[in-house]
């Protein structure tokens, strides 16, 4: 990996000082969730809300809407769908990247007349914001009045709510069942270094959660027994507050992940954390804290439980892969002439790393609910894999 800059390792030096007085300040220890939270989100310091570049090909990743302009201009053929019937039409996009997502799902929108009353942003990275801004005020300036940014999730909304690649980044509590018990697994310090160490769960929802879980990941009830994963609370916090904001419309959820059965299946004892650094992945959170992306998969059956229970209908669960080609990306490919080598080679070799198993077409999981909005959707007319959550 390339070695970061003086001035990158200098404000990486600064997360870590600031993430250790809250250790020390906290009797010494605190949870993995709470570091996650810090290295991410401190202000002006995480990694989220520092100023580095985080997409791209100079970032730490690329995501599907940066990979290419046929994703957003396949998701819009979904949203073509659905906002003719909603009393507001309304488009609410968390963690917009770049604004690329928005910019390609206006452009597709406004080809069949179909643009939404506002196409609203929330997100949390200043630096990406203003690049959001930037984005839309040079490329589709003409439609910038009808894109807003917003600081806090509005009191109720009418519309469609999409999420790619956020649930993710939300930060998740580590568990360490050994046995028949189930620890948190936390962060201290030791000669000036991050490490781990392992406590009794005080939190009663996650202990719940935890000891619901132990059946499922040792089934034998195998002596010795450890495993090591993920529950995110955080996510389904999120999923309560879209359901309790929600009156009329369909949320959109984009993300890498498993049903809980192959989230939490034996063979996977060592969990689902990643972190991104400079378009390398690696295991280790303590890696130059506020310069790397932190991330976990994410737990489809708990998102969908949560949604139910919070009063949403679920509309479907699918691969992206099935999602992108039930909405018609091949025909969007087929828009550009095969003959025009120089713009359709590339668009094809995007498409199969969107849809391709190999890529980004299993693993990636397109979700969606409802309220008040019982019509089918298109992206979900085949693939189901509902019985898999």
Known sequence: MLPPSEIALAHSQLVHAMIQKQIVAANCWISFE??????LYAPGLGYYSSGATKLGSAGDFVTAPE????FGRTLAQQLKQILPSLAQSNILEFGA????????IMLELEKSGSLPEKYLILEVSAELRQRQQTLISQEIPHLAQK????????GQFTGIVIANEVLDAMPVHIIKWQDNMALERGVCVEDNQFSWQDRPIGNPQLHAIAKELLPEINPYKLPDFEYLSEINL???GFIESLAERLRQGVILLIDYGFGRHEYYHPQRNQGTLMCHYRHHAHGDPFYLPGL????SHVDFSAIA????????QFMGYTTQAHFLINCGITALLAQTSAEDTIHYLPQSNQLQK???????????KVIAFGKNFNAPLTGFCSGDMSRRL
């Open 147 to 154: 894109i807003e940014w917003l600081d806090q999730l509005p």
């Open 97 to 104: 990247g770049t604004g690329k997502l928005a910019r390609d």
């Open 354 to 364: 969107l849809v391709s198993p190999a890529e980004m077409g299993e693993l990636f």
């Open 67 to 70: 990979l290419s302009p046929l």
């Open 305 to 312: 439980n949560t949604a139910i229970n919070a009063g949403l």
């Open 34 to 39: 709470q570091y996650m939270n810090l290295a």
């Open 292 to 295: 790397q992306d932190i991330t």
């Open 234 to 236: 955080a996510a389904s």
